[in-house]
């Protein structure tokens, strides 16, 4: 029993952080929402430099063969810069999925090589999501129907944009018809594969909340600090701690449920789903309050285009309702503890009784 | 106490509705945060002044109809019933209109309160400084005494329809020896005036709700100060007490959203599976409901020769915090498709919704922060200790 | 239109106020702990003097002939002492079932000259509740069985002692049979007259709540004013004037909530449910809440016995659940909400329209 | 990462079950505020010292087992799952004895702490004083040296468990001439010296789980000063560390309510109107598992050699007001019978809630409210300003 990451992954994660930090700002993000694909091609190739997208490939495709409990701590960073590339749908999404049906599908085969190298992107559907993002800059589109997941290269399909609050977030409502030679998987496989999907999209929409929520508590911090009114920092009000206090619970407890997931994902998948919605639902609160306690701290300043705290909040809005809204989560849950077979009390919380 | 409204109440109602239903354009009006929908606004509030319905607890000398509150109340729950267009002229008949028909001249009164009533000067507000948003009495911007005009120079901000509007009421300081809230002065500024620089601030939806305003040496006649030169802050905190009050938030406003939201739960209750949507949706309708109950509360007790006190922070915090609920929740019931812009190319559109949660985001912050108006109601209304 | 007091009214309620802040204290509720039947016969004569008990008894049989609406504010100060005498339950619930009988019944009308005169007492039971309080001083008990309701001495039943939480609450099971010669009324009649026994139940609790509510702010206001901490007075810590302030809010938009529910229920008693409804929801919400900001702004000391704040918190807890708890009642404002032919909207506010 | 349990742990647990199942009393002790009950809680102290259970991360030459902080996860969860009895000596073995170990000269290790283990000495503990609640540093009562003794006056009040207790451990002025946290000394006073006279202060429920402790005169020899004369606030601040550290709030009592209550959801789910008590339902035990969670991270952290931060004040908030919320969550299922008390005549019992209830009301109180928890993180953990 050992609840901490490794020297290496928190290393790893540090250099990532800084890479971020350093080309994603307030600044690069505005820029992309006046051009054409909303996305950053010689970002993304540098971040294939630094392995991002290779990591979940498996090594005999060109891969690190890592785990998703290795990327999401980088899923967080992603979320801590508003980071609009699809790097968290494609790398922890869609690869491990490919990656299930690599050894009977050749194409699985080689779209992982070119993802490792950054030739080829691929962006995912899910029943749970009524748009499909990023399937713009997408080569392949990977789409559910019924039972069955198919893979299509995007001419395949046609796609109608819709706008999203987050003018970082490209959406697309994807108009398709599943063909024999486009599927991927079906029957029992492809249930499973779909839940397996939802599980690590949740799971990546949850990381990069809590990225968010930091960021958020940071930049209020910082603002309540320099700015100064009845002459003191606005900071110095005991109403604005506790806003900015509230905040730091919501996030403390919400991360070792996250990390709890990503384990169980990248361990036990088949019972995840208790633990990935325990995830989403806690970071979803935590971004939630932090954006509202933030405008609230920001006062006027918060509610303006050009103040760069609106750019994290739509990004937490949307991200809360993505991969199964609060609600949808939830509902598991009381699924779950409904069940009168469901194992829980003071000795259960690691193994394999969290099955929905 | 009687509940019933009077048959002459009741007359006055219909009289509203008929006229609404017969005048209130078919389709929205674009918002008034553009140009082309604040000229649309602008028409409708001519429309309004032409059948004298612009403000009805208005004298009829200035076009009003002499209303009392009750009657005001039932006015607002019939405008917002029918979905008429919000007010663009708020600025104006809510807060300077009240303020010059207590403290202006006959001669200002003639000028100014003719022209805002029928709908041809629209006005915006202008007390935020850079520095001075809640301390308003930290204002830097000057007003200089020569002959008769002043030359004011110096930057408001958050000016609320300054970017289209056609005037701008704003507190200068006319002593520069003074400090605090002493030595100011409400003057009254056209925004066409030489050496006034309006730089728009869009705001979360991307449009320019207010602006920053630059004035460098502009000239106004010192017949534009209003309620006496050194008056500037009791002039700004009668408005002040006029826009915390009852007129600007009508509870209708509040009660047609919690009958949208009602509707919404009612549409959607067979996909809901967070079940503790209901009790946010029961919620919200008791918390509209209770607004307007205590709005009607107020309005009788003020017919009766009672004055506003401390209600005006409690309404505040009040309608802020439910307006937010309502279109949470409303996000909640909406899941993923609450992210959506209204214009987006979909039938599964979020109506006014997402528009409405932004601009909900706002209600605790302006007027005076929520946070704020807790530190009054501790210390005026309950009387704890200030340090 | 005009939702205000007469001057009679309030100039009533305020003598009575200053009557029951003189009687009723801390100390003579501590007193009645410890006695054998809890209750105050001197006192309860004395409020018979006063004419309380005969203010809802009709003029013909001796009373004052007043509403619902004339006996709120002065229930609303049974709340504020914590009185822990049954008036409410007695003058507000009990007599005007008995009114509504009394030209078919004349036990009734017996019955209510005696209450008039502070001769008999009358407690009542209902399908809400699971006790009946005070049934130990009544005379008599009204209880319901089914769509009947019945009338019975208290010799003619047995009373089990249930131990509250308040030490100041009495509340005994009731076994009993019902016979013949009790029967009081039945039928639709039945039904209705319990129907209007639950509302005026909760509209009595519902007032004593805001009460209680507002005299938890005012001892915890009062008490962090004279306490001193870190060289001040710990009210002047933003926490807690918010913790007040949000308590003054609640409280402010109960008090037209109830006004407008004993309005209806005098009025047009039939369309009284969402009203009441309304009303007992917001005033628990406001009670629990000053409970629970006044405990923790008291700190350690109003954790304990000797703090008044605890006799007034567990009464507050105690009627939050007593004449329908608030999942009942927002039961019963959902299931209006939801029913596709209620009116609702902002020029629905007063009016008929408010029938579950 | 590795969230499997070792084959040693596993044993362990399974060791510690078969003790609970043999030894746990199988009927429930009496309240320890209680004589009776404190002699019940005594008595099982003394049991659980007898097989080495008392204090497992001790070391084996205190009565303990050396565990570390998993193991200890482990045997808390396993003892609360066995539904063993609460700790009556909590102030000893969880804040002293740790101090005892890290501060305490060998004469005092040996005196104090192997009777604290053996359960034969109870411990209060003694820090408040009036007008110094949250404010530690006001201390009044002083210690006056006399040669090899100390001379103690003063008062003291929240003393926790001081009314059946045989010690208690204070903190003195022992510098007559200091102010705030200079010059105060941390020592031990047997509760039966003379001069001693303890009032038990009542609380919610009516029983004296505190009390006030008055001195007059009392003697103690210097030998009894712990950590060194004037080293008082130090030694306060090293304990008061440990109680809103770790091993006070064991997740796996939450835990073990969020199971009940989840029983108590199902039990009653047919009759539960009020549909936002699922998603209370659900939210308890998301919090309950986040606080165990977080609780093994931090004690993973912790074996690898990481510090205790302002996890402390961040952990006080989460239990304090999960508690609250499961019990309140209790008290709306339970609805009008909540009010009952458990001895009530009557099968509608509500068991141990309404006790847990008044109880969790204590939670965002003791041990620095909330509010100033609050602070702390604000200003420590997040760096707001302080003023």
């Keep these: 029993m050992d609840f901490t990451f490794s020297e290496d992954q928190l290393v790893f994660c540090d250099s990532v952080k800084q890479f971020l930090q350093k080309e994603v700002t307030a600044d690069s993000l505005r820029t992309g929402w006046d051009s054409q694909t909303g996305r950053d091609e010689a970002l993304w190739q540098q971040m294939v430099e630094l392995g991002l997208t290779a990591m979940l490939v498996p090594e005999q495709f060109g891969g690190l063969g890592m785990s998703e409990l290795d990327f999401v701590l980088l899923a967080q960073e992603c979320g801590r810069v508003a980071l609009a590339e699809p790097l968290v749908e494609t790398a922890l999404v869609a690869t491990p999925l490919l990656a299930c049906q690599a050894d009977r599908d050749a194409r699985c085969a080689t779209l992982l090589e070119k993802i490792a190298t950054g030739e080829r992107r691929v962006a995912v559907g899910h029943a749970v999501n009524p748009t499909v993002s990023d399937a713009h800059i997408a080569d392949y589109l990977i789409l559910p129907s019924g039972n069955e997941i198919h893979l299509l290269e995007r001419e395949r399909v046609s796609l109608i944009p819709l706008q999203s609050v987050d003018p970082s977030r490209r959406l697309f409502k994807v108009e398709w018809r599943p063909e024999e030679e486009t599927l991927l998987v079906n029957g029992a496989r492809g249930v499973s594969a779909m839940a397996a999907t939802l599980n690590r999209g949740a799971l990546g929409a949850a990381a990069q909340l809590i990225g968010l929520a930091e960021a958020m508590v940071d930049m209020t911090v910082q603002y309540t600090t320099d700015r100064f009114q009845f002459g003191r920092a606005i900071g110095s009000n005991q109403a604005l701690k506790h806003h900015m206090a509230n905040c730091a619970v919501k996030t403390e407890f919400a991360k070792p449920a996250l990390y709890r997931a990503a384990y169980t994902v990248s361990q036990r998948p088949v019972h995840a789903d208790f633990a990935v919605s325990h995830a989403k639902v806690a970071a979803g609160e935590a971004a939630l309050l932090a954006a509202k306690n933030g405008i609230q701290s920001h006062g006027a300043m918060g509610y303006t285009w050009e103040c760069n705290l609106h750019i994290w909040m739509k990004r937490a809005w949307a991200l809360d309702k993505f991969w199964g809204h609060s609600g949808f989560h939830k509902n598991r849950l009381h699924q779950w503890l409904m069940n009168p077979n469901a194992k829980i009390g003071a000795d259960k919380t690691f193994g394999e009784q969290h099955k929905i | 106490m009687d509940l019933n409204y009077t048959p002459e109440q009741i007359a006055f109602r219909h009289e509203v509705r008929d006229w609404l239903q017969a005048n209130v354009p078919r389709t929205a009006l674009k918002s008034f945060d553009t140009a082309e929908g604040f000229e649309q606004h602008r028409q409708w509030e001519q429309t309004l002044a032409q059948g004298n319905w612009g403000m009805v607890t208005w004298p009829k000398e200035y076009g009003g109809r002499g209303c009392n509150l009750i009657e005001w109340l039932i006015f607002e729950e019939e405008y917002y019933r029918a979905q008429a267009p919000l007010r663009v002229n708020q600025n104006g008949i809510f807060l300077l209109g009240p303020t010059l028909m207590e403290y202006g001249t006959p001669e200002q009164k003639e000028r100014f309160i003719t022209k805002m009533a029928s709908g041809e000067e629209m006005w915006a507000q202008g007390w935020s400084e850079p520095g001075a948003g809640s301390d308003m009495a930290a204002i830097r911007s000057k007003a ?171 309404n505040k915090i009040s309608w802020s915090e439910l307006d937010q609920h309502m279109h949470e929740t409303a996000m909640r019931i909406l899941a993923n498709n609450a992210e959506l812009l209204p214009d987006a190319n979909t039938e599964a559109t979020v109506g006014n919704w997402l528009e409405g949660f932004l601009f909900a985001q706002s209600g605790p912050i302006y007027a005076g922060t929520n946070e704020i108006q807790r530190n009054i109601i501790a210390e005026r209304l309950l009387g704890m200790p200030r340090k």
Tied chains: 1, 3.
């Design chain 2, 144 to 314: 200089v005494r020569e002959g008769d005009e002043y030359v004011l120079n110096g930057q408001k901000v958050w000016s609320t329809r300054a970017v289209f509007a056609d005037w701008v009421f704003c507190i200068f300081r006319t002593d520069p020896t003074s400090e605090r809230h002493h030595g100011l002065s409400f003057i009254l500024v056209p925004l066409d005036a030489p050496g006034i620089t309006v730089r728009p601030i869009p705001q979360l939806n991307g449009l320019p709700g207010f602006a920053e305003i630059f004035f460098d040496d502009v000239r106004v006649p010192v017949a534009n100060c209003l309620g006496g030169e050194g008056e500037g802050w009791n002039i700004a905190m009668a408005t002040a007490g006029f826009e915390r009050g009852l007129m600007l938030r009508s509870p209708a406003r509040f009660q047609e959203t919690a009958k949208r939201l009602v509707a919404l739960y009612r549409e959607h209750a067979n996909d809901i599976v967070d079940l503790s949507v209901e009790d946010a949706v029961v919620k919200s309708f008791m918390d509209a409901e209770a607004y307007a109950l205590s709005t009607y509360q107020t309005a009788s007790r003020l017919m009766k020769g009672g004055k506003i006190g401390s209600e005006a922070s409690v």
